[in-house]
């Protein structure tokens, strides 16, 4: 018989051992890093992308906040500027809020049960006004505070009550639901409290309306509006107004009274401290 070949050395055994081990280790090292990095990629490919920026509103009211779309805010704030131009209290705000709210959530509706329209679902068969007029904010907000004015001692009756007796309407208790947001909503808007209207944008707004802001400004706010000093809550009133209005106009700040609204952040900050004047920014005119 031949010889047995000679046996290798431990040591080199070992070594070779120690390689296909350490070889082992390295190739798991790798499959664990390449899955590692799949699910990474996994994960971003699964993570949706952020949400844009929800164009809208806020009143603030102790721990209650109450959302209003930009057309509900801008609806609201007319609905508020002519209470106050035709010099009625705060309490006329509340009511007429509560009654749009209940009859078309603040929205301007061109439909209605019958011939119901607008704001209020007034009827122009019932000596409202003529279908154009009762879907104008402006003349609408004015035929129900002029009709709230005539019934007896309004001002001291619970908000339903007196919506009520301007409304006429099939649900005489609707209104009632309404009075805590409607009365949050006044407080804000009439300037009982400071920069209570937030709103935010999308993207900044643009000025291409051809409708002048002075005049319409006018003729929902009434006269002394921008350029000379107010009184707090009349200050409040105007600027919150600005502020609901501001993609109708390219409204892109609004101060008043040490606050700054910017429509970049859609928040208030600190400004010009003590200043009496309701100031604006607006975007370039561009063709609409």
């Known amino acids: 018989m031949p010889p047995a070949p000679p046996s ?116 122009p068969s019932q000596g409202w006004g003529t279908a154009a007029q009762v879907t104008t904010p402006r003349y609408a907000a004015a035929a129900f505070f002029e009709h709230l004015a005539a019934v007896p001692n309004w001002e001291n009756l619970p908000v339903t009550v007196a919506a009520q007796s301007v409304q006429r309407s099939g649900a005489p208790t609707a209104y009632a639901q309404w009075q805590t947001e409607a009365r949050a909503l006044a407080i804000a808007l009439t300037g009982e409290i400071p920069a209570g209207l937030r709103c935010q944008y999308p993207s900044l707004p643009t000025n291409t309306t051809a409708v002048s802001l002075a005049d319409t400004m006018t003729g929902e706010l009434g006269g002394s509006t921008l350029g000379v000093a107010l009184p707090a809550a ?26 700054v609204w910017s429509a970049a952040t859609g928040t208030w900050a600190t400004g010009a401290v003590g200043d009496p004047v309701v100031r604006i920014t607006r975007a370039p005119a561009t063709p609409g």
């Open 234 to 259: 009349r200050g409040w009133t105007v600027a919150t107004w600005l502020v609901g209005h501001a993609t109708e106009f390219g409204i892109l700040t609004v101060s008043f009274d040490g606050q």
């Open 8 to 123: 290798r050395p431990a040591r080199t055994r070992r070594v070779r051992r120690a390689r296909r081990t350490g070889l082992r280790v390295a190739i798991a090292g790798v499959a664990v890093v390449a899955l590692a990095g799949a699910v990474v990629g996994l994960k971003v490919l699964l993570t949706p992308p952020a949400p844009p920026i929800a164009a809208g509103c806020a009143v603030r009211s102790g721990s209650l906040t109450f959302d209003l779309s930009l057309d509900q805010a801008a609806n609201a704030t007319t609905i508020t500027a002519v209470g106050k131009r035709l010099g009625l209290p705060d309490h006329a705000v509340t009511v007429a809020l509560a009654a749009a709210l209940q009859e078309s959530q603040l929205h301007n509706l061109d439909y209605g049960d019958q011939d119901s329209l607008g704001l209020f679902q007034q009827r």
